[in-house]
């Protein structure tokens, strides 16, 4: 008799649904309405009325009747045009309407668009039975607008989702996505729907083995979950987390797929960052440890060198020696990059002039670089010192020339260049590790072979290098970054593949300070002792001989001991003949610290000068908290020693 129709473009809400069914009546016949209201009018069903077709159209807009009864013959319009109003203007929702008449009248059901008819006149027992199918309409319409909010409020969650959601067929092709999914790889939602993700966004990271596995398991009806890169629509890569659910019909074969998706490509880059974080915090414990062995090697090679270098006169074996003086250099050099990128170890810190530093490592390069390669340097007026490290910085620009060197293995220019810089707070914003001010800006460029974007991302990484085996540790820009940074600077590399590299070292300014004039260089002949009783205690026993026979050799009379216990005995046995204690700060039984004490114990006065194989200035902590001024980091080289046990002869006694 009837079909009720409806429009998913005006919702509504539960607050909103009526209490009971609305219908209006736009006869002719004003017996309808009184027929109505008399049979059907109660608590569920409420009826109004319109005189003709304008005012019922005005009666659906402003009230929003669920039913109207619309009669074949209005007053002042065409019926057919009415319906046509209300179907196409309808207010909240599109009523149902039920076409009113005679037989014939109604044949047509008014054009063919009302949901019913209701044939006119009609004894109270139809209308009574049209009151149940009223009542069931509206019981429907309730059911009907309640599914309907759900869905939407599921559409508008789906839609405004912050992970990607697609949903396609039995074949993979995308029937919907969400504008999360869209945007993730750079397309419009109409350019994907049809398509196959697999067409769009597989990145070609993943084998074939990887897609089969997935197929067959949802295929299977199983849900599937993994990580899986993907590509975007400029190119790029992206990692996600995806999970793949089977949907299926009623006949429980699988139909559809949902795919949802999230974009862990920061955190996948953030855990990567944390895992190095950790291996150069594992590395740097690690590096200190063997710093000290290799430091406790170096040692005998290196004080060894310089007795061999004064007691030899023949030449050939000169040159031995000094081949062998620069071979212990360099392991000292290497151990102390190790533990520089690895430690952040820092040194003291001066006022520097950065060019007075440049022009040192200049004349080494120019003497050691091949005849090929020119060094050019250039510095502006009135350049601004910093506060630095004179080693470390020296370092900085030896490693990298020899870069700039290695880069032009036929020969070219290498250009360093030093100017006063300002950095904006607009460009500092823009960069990572940078605060606006003054900076002296260290320039150094080569017309080398370049490098691609991927090796410039990645020349900072310890360990990594693009030379050949056995010709680079892969430590060097490592540990440039390492100074760099601490001394509060920052560095820029430009390159490109065949066309050079510049590299742009930040050093903050310092202004209103007066730059230190290096110290000068120790003399080439060391101080002889007199007699005097020295105590050298070392566990390592290579060491303990060549210190014994370096002292020994230069005048002075030595006692040793290989544990802190023994030395305490040796100590107290003579203690009115030992000038001075040499001890390790690292020892098994009894350390240096504790040494030092138990000697002050006996004599509050006695002159101790602490050595160690570790660097930095925690072992010169130690050893100032228990009143060590002297100090020497292995490997040390014999006129170094000399010097430092001299001048704490010389000095005042011991402090308690």
């Known amino acids: ?149 759900r869905m939407r409020l599921w559409k508008a969650a789906l839609e405004s989702a912050a992970n990607s959601i697609a949903i396609t067929d039995r074949d993979g092709r995308i029937l919907w996505v969400n504008p999360a999914f869209a945007t993730s790889y750079g397309y419009d939602k109409d350019e994907l729907l049809g398509r196959r993700p697999g067409d769009v966004i597989k990145s070609g990271v993943h084998d074939d083995a990887f897609y089969r596995n997935m197929w067959d398991t949802i295929l299977s009806g199983q849900v599937w979950s993994g990580e899986v890169v993907n590509k975007r629509r400029d190119g790029s890569l992206l990692t996600e987390e995806l999970t793949i659910t089977p949907v299926r019909d009623e006949q429980g074969e699988v139909a559809n797929f949902i795919a949802i998706k999230q974009d862990i490509t920061e955190r996948k880059r953030l855990e990567k960052q944390f895992l190095r974080s950790q291996r150069m915090e594992s590395i740097g414990t690690l590096a200190g440890g063997i710093a000290h062995d290799l430091n406790n090697l170096l040692a ?10 004064e007691r030899e006169t023949d030449r050939s074996v000169q040159s031995v020696i000094q081949n062998m003086r620069q071979s212990a250099a360099r392991g000292t050099s290497l151990v102390k990059q190790v533990l520089s990128f690895a430690r952040g170890v820092e040194g003291a810190r001066v006022t520097v002039r950065l060019d007075r530093v440049v022009e040192e490592v200049v004349s080494m390069a120019r003497t050691s670089f091949p005849k090929t390669v020119r060094v050019q340097t250039g510095t502006a007026e009135g350049l601004w010192p910093i506060l630095g490290d004179p080693t470390q910085l020296n370092q900085v620009i030896l490693n990298l020339a020899v870069n700039a060197r290695d880069a032009m293995p036929g020969g070219g220019l290498v250009r360093i260049e030093i100017s006063n810089v300002t950095i904006d707070e607009q460009y500092a914003s823009m960069q990572t590790h940078v605060e606006s001010g003054d900076y002296v800006r260290l320039e150094i460029a080569d017309e080398g072979c370049g490098m691609s974007q991927e090796v410039q991302d990645r020349i900072f990484e310890p360990f990594y290098s693009t030379k050949e085996a056995g010709q680079g540790t892969g430590l060097g820009l490592s540990t440039v970054l390492g100074i760099v940074r601490s001394h509060g600077g920052f560095i820029n590399v430009y390159s490109e593949t065949g066309k050079g590299t510049t590299v742009k070292v930040y050093f903050p300014a310092q202004h209103g300070v007066d730059v230190a004039d290096p110290e000068p260089e120790p003399g080439v002949d060391s101080p002889r002792g007199h007699g005097e009783t020295i105590l050298v205690v070392d566990d390592e026993l290579s060491i303990l001989t060549i210190t014994k026979h370096t002292l020994e050799s ?103």
Not at 608 to 618: C, D, K, N, R
């Open 300 to 309: 005998p090679i290196v004080m060894g060198v310089d007795l061999l270098a």
């Open 1 to 149: 008799m009837y079909r009720y129709t409806h429009d998913l473009s005006f919702p509504l809400t539960p607050s909103t649904m009526p209490e009971s069914l609305h219908l209006l009546v736009a006869h002719e016949d004003e017996s309808l309405h009184e027929a109505l209201s008399r049979v059907l009018s109660d608590d569920t069903c409420r009826i109004s009325g319109a005189a003709s077709g304008a005012d019922a159209l005005e009666r659906i807009y402003q009230n929003s009747p669920d039913v109207v009864l619309l009669g074949t013959k209005l007053p002042d319009m065409d019926a057919c045009d009415v319906l046509r109003r209300v179907r196409r203007e309808g207010g909240r929702m599109q009523p149902t309407v039920l076409a009113v008449g005679g037989e014939a009248d109604v044949a047509g059901a008014l054009c063919g668009d009302a949901d019913g008819y209701l044939v006119w006149p009609a004894s109270d027992a139809q209308l009574r039975a049209y009151k149940h199918t009223l009542t069931r309409l509206r019981s429907n319409w309730k059911q009907m607008e309640q599914s309907e909010t």
């Open 554 to 656: 230069y005048g002075y009379r030595v006692l040793t001991a290989d544990d802190g216990a023994q030395a305490i005995g040796v100590f107290a046995m003579n203690r009115t003949d030992v000038a001075l204690t040499l001890t390790d700060m690292m020892m098994p039984v009894m350390d240096g610290p504790a040494l030092v004490k138990a000697i002050r114990r006996i004599d509050a006065g006695a002159r101790i000068v602490a050595v160690s194989g570790l660097q930095g200035g925690v072992n010169v902590a130690r050893a100032a908290q228990v009143g060590v001024t002297d100090f020497l980091e292995k490997p040390f080289t014999a006129q170094q020693l000399l010097i430092t046990i001299r001048k704490a002869l010389d000095g005042e006694r011991g402090r308690a």
